[in-house]
Nanobody
C-alpha cells in the first residue's frame, strides 16, 4: 500500500487546515487509518485514527474536540480536519495504515506510512 499525504501549510493560530491521504495498491477498506505527527526533537505521536467501517474513531487528548478524522472508502482517502490550531500543533503529519479492524494508537503496529506533510502554526 502506498500513501500520499497532502494539504499541509502555514496557518495562523486559531485557523483551520485540512489534510488528505490517498492510498493505492491495496484494499483500502482492509485498513484502519491514522494520523501521527512529529515535531522537531520529539518522538512521533498519535493524533487520530478511524477504523474501516467508520464507526470507531479515537483521538489524542491534545486534539480532541479540535480535529476530526474521516475517510471515504470509495475514494481510498482519509482526511484530517484541523480546527482551532495552536502553535504546538506544528509538526510533520504522517498518515499510516494498519491492517486490522480495531483502532490502535502505537506507531509500531502500523504497516504503511505516507511521506509526511508539514503543518506550521504561527502565533
Amino acid at each position: 500500500v502506498q500513501l500520499q499525504a497532502s494539504g499541509g501549510g502555514l496557518v495562523q493560530a486559531g485557523g483551520s487546515l485540512g489534510l488528505s491521504c490517498a492510498a493505492s495498491g491495496g484494499t483500502f477498506s482492509d485498513y484502519t487509518m491514522a494520523w501521527f505527527r512529529q515535531a522537531p526533537g520529539k518522538e512521533r505521536e498519535f493524533v487520530a485514527a478511524i477504523n474501516w467501517s467508520r464507526d470507531s474513531t479515537y483521538y489524542s487528548d491534545s486534539v480532541k474536540g479540535r480535529f476530526a478524522i474521516s475517510r471515504d472508502n470509495a475514494k481510498n482517502t482519509v482526511y484530517l480536519q484541523m480546527n482551532s490550531l495552536k502553535p504546538e500543533d506544528t509538526a510533520v503529519y504522517y498518515c499510516a495504515a494498519d491492517r486490522t479492524i480495531v483502532v490502535r494508537t502505537s506507531p509500531i503496529v502500523y504497516d504503511y506510512w505516507g511521506q509526511g506533510t508539514q503543518v506550521t502554526v504561527s502565533s
